[in-house]
């Protein structure tokens, strides 16, 4: 048995399993925290720009959202970070670079300073052209585990750490410090302008999130 729930977000209609009703999933459209709770009836406010039943689809809440980043974009920014500090970065045709302590140099020169276990946040920066220059549009991250997974960037291809990502994960604390940090020192200060709720998620308590701001479709 399914209830129907309506996302608060971005006005799609769901069906979701009864049984997880009270529980808060992540919208299957826009990716935001949603309540499984029966949709409005008659008469309650319902979000101005909510869609008809004709226009939505059902969409089993439950069902699998795509987990892996296909592939290294070269606009794109890539950062790896760990629990308390920036792993390592791309940089595009010169590769991944890991950081030493005092900086960071070519992996491939320097592959024992990669943690050889962990838990790992890998963020896709969704960087676009525009008329003004180069800007950030969205950040979505993914998962990196278990015993060697940074390893992969020294041993395969540049681009077969993204066969290690488990799923999505929000980014802790710490490590929305350091993304700012990685922002702020490769990047100029409009780089974020035309998305400001990157630098509020960065700087802010959203601790569910895994995607922010806008991506091309791969």
Known sequence: ???RIVCKSCGS???AKDELRG????????????????????????PANAVSEADSPKVDITAPEPLKIRRLRPNNLYVIL?????????????????????????????PDKLPDIGTFALVEGNVVQTDAGRRLMGLRIRKLAGRGVLQTIVRGG??????KTSGPVALT???KRFMLQHIRTHYFYEFTDDAPEI??????????SDVVGTFSED
């Not at 529980?23 to 406010?45: S, V, W, Y």
């Not at 540049?158 to 066969?163: F, G, H, P, S, Y």
């Not at 630098?199 to 569910?208: A, K, P």
């Open 199 to 208: 630098i509020e998620y960065l700087t802010g308590f959203d601790s569910h």
């Open 82 to 110: 760990g629990t308390d500090r920036e792993i390592a970065y791309w940089k595009g045709a010169e590769g991944w670079f890991v950081n030493v302590g005092n900086g960071f140099e070519a992996v491939k020169r320097a």
């Open 23 to 46: 529980q808060t999933r992540r919208c299957p459209k826009c990716h935001n925290p949603i309540l499984i709770e029966p949709e409005p009836t008659a008469g309650a406010d319902v």
């Open 158 to 163: 540049e681009a077969d750490i993204l066969e």
């Open 1 to 3: 048995m399914s209830i």
């Open 173 to 175: 604390g710490a490590q």
């Open 13 to 15: 209609k769901i069906d």
